[in-house]
């Protein structure tokens, strides 16, 4: 069936260095993709989102990429800060249902 | 911009009584959702409404689930009677159209049933 999953439930990095979270998708129907961050008793918070006609989009220290080649999707995180710890999560949807389906998600632990 | 407003934000509950929770949308967004949490996991998709209907339910435990979207705007999320399992996050969320349209989450409501 379909699904998303990350390739690293745990991801520690120093204050100032880049970040990146990986996740893998397997629906070749999926054409927009979302990256939300979730902190401690929050929601998930909208971070960025790319479209499949893109294989790059920046927003404000963030970036994501597309490989849909490899059904991979990345987001990189520049000069990552202690206000960034939290977990990540990428989410797929597809106008075949339009369901939006999470994986599993990051945390992301950032040590000053 | 209000966000998508949920309460109550904590309920604990026994196995087999009731529960019911609210979310109010975003003004003008047409499209609710209502998803499931459970601790380490991402959401799980459990109702999707366009307006006061029914989209996708696929994944909603209809023995026990129920929700409705009566005017368009508001949505209740029901559970009866609750099971140990239920124990979990229930975040509303809603986006403009639907698909292709950023989905905005509210801060859910934690459930908690002992």
């Known amino acids: 069936g379909e699904s998303v999953g990350l390739h690293l439930p745990t991801l520690s990095v120093q204050e100032g260095d880049n970040s990146i979270i990986n996740c893998a998708y397997s629906?070749?129907?999926?054409?927009?993709f979302i990256w939300y961050k979730q902190e401690s008793g929050k929601g998930p918070q909208f971070i960025i989102d790319?479209?499949?006609?893109?294989d790059k989009r920046q927003g404000q220290r963030v970036t994501v990429l597309l490989n849909k080649t490899v059904k991979h999707l990345s987001l990189q995180i520049a000069a990552t800060q202690p206000g960034d710890s939290a977990v990540y999560f990428c989410?797929?949807?597809?106008?075949?249902?339009?369901?939006?389906?999470f994986g599993q998600g990051t945390e992301l632990s950032v040590k000053p | 911009e209000a966000g998508v407003a949920q309460s109550p934000r904590y309920k604990i509950i026994e196995k087999r009584q009731s529960v019911a929770f609210w979310c109010n949308p975003i003004?003008?967004?047409?499209?609710l959702y209502w998803y499931q949490q459970i601790l380490g996991q991402g959401p799980k998709l459990l109702i999707q409404?366009?307006?006061?209907?029914?989209?996708?339910d696929s994944q909603l435990p209809k023995d026990r689930f129920s929700a409705e979207r009566l005017k368009g705007v508001d949505s209740t999320l029901k559970i009866q009677p609750a099971k140990l399992e239920d124990s979990a996050v229930y975040l509303c969320?809603?986006?403009?159209?639907?698909?292709?349209?950023?989905?905005?989450f509210g801060e859910g409501s934690w459930l908690t049933v002992v």
């Open positions: 969320a809603s986006s403009f159209q639907g698909y292709g349209n950023t989905i905005y």
């Open positions: 989410a797929e949807n597809s106008n075949q249902g339009g369901k939006l389906i």
């Open positions: 790319i479209r499949s006609n893109m």
């Open positions: 629906n070749s129907a999926s054409d927009y």
């Open positions: 409404f366009q307006n006061n209907g029914v989209v996708d």
């Open positions: 003004s003008g967004h047409a499209t």
